[in-house]
C-alpha cells in the first residue's frame, strides 16, 4: 500500500507535466511560399540556421513554391534556400540510359538561387505557427 506522501508526490508530478508540457521549451511551426524570379521554386531546400551558431539547424522541402518546417527553437535564424534540379522521371532503363546521355536538368534558371536578393534573410521564428513567404530576386535586380 502506496503511502500518502507517494500519492500526493504523483499527483504534484501529474500536475507539473501537464502545466509544463512533456515536450520541452515550445517550438516554432514555419510555412510559406518561395518563389524566385515571379515563379514558384519548384524543388529544393529551405533551412533555418541559428544566426548566433549555437543550437541546430532546421530545414525541409520546397515543392511547387511551398514549404513547412516544424521543432524550430525559437529566435534569429537566417533562413538559406537552395534549389534542386528538375529531373525528368523516367521509368524504364533505355530511357534513363537516354536522358542521362543528353542535358538531364529540364530547368536551370532556378539554381542561380545562392545568389538571389532576399535570399539568406535574417528573421525571427517565434513559438507556434507562422507563414513567411520569400520571394527571391536575381542578383543585380
Known amino acids: 500500500?502506496?503511502?500518502?506522501?507517494?500519492?500526493?508526490?504523483?499527483?504534484?508530478?501529474?500536475?507539473?507535466?501537464?502545466?509544463?508540457?512533456?515536450g520541452g521549451p515550445r517550438t516554432g511551426t514555419v510555412q510559406g511560399q518561395v518563389a524566385y524570379d515571379g515563379k514558384p521554386l519548384t524543388r529544393g531546400v529551405i533551412v533555418f540556421l541559428p544566426t548566433d551558431g549555437t543550437g541546430s539547424a532546421c530545414g525541409g522541402l520546397v515543392r511547387d513554391g511551398e514549404y513547412l518546417v516544424s521543432g524550430i527553437p525559437p529566435g534569429a535564424k537566417r533562413a538559406t534556400i537552395k534549389a534542386a534540379p528538375v529531373v525528368p522521371e523516367v521509368t524504364t532503363s533505355e530511357a534513363m540510359y537516354e536522358k542521362s546521355t543528353v542535358k538531364p536538368v529540364e530547368d536551370m534558371s532556378q539554381l542561380p538561387i545562392p545568389e538571389a536578393m532576399g535570399n539568406n534573410a535574417e528573421v525571427t521564428v517565434v513559438a507556434g505557427d507562422q507563414t513567411m513567404d520569400?520571394?527571391?530576386?536575381?542578383?543585380?535586380r
Do not use: D, E, K, N
Not at 134 to 140: E, H, S, T
Open 1 to 22: 500500500m502506496r503511502s500518502f506522501r507517494s500519492h500526493i508526490a504523483l499527483g504534484a508530478t501529474a500536475v507539473l507535466v501537464l502545466l509544463v508540457g512533456c
Open 134 to 140: 520569400f520571394l527571391l530576386r536575381p542578383a543585380g
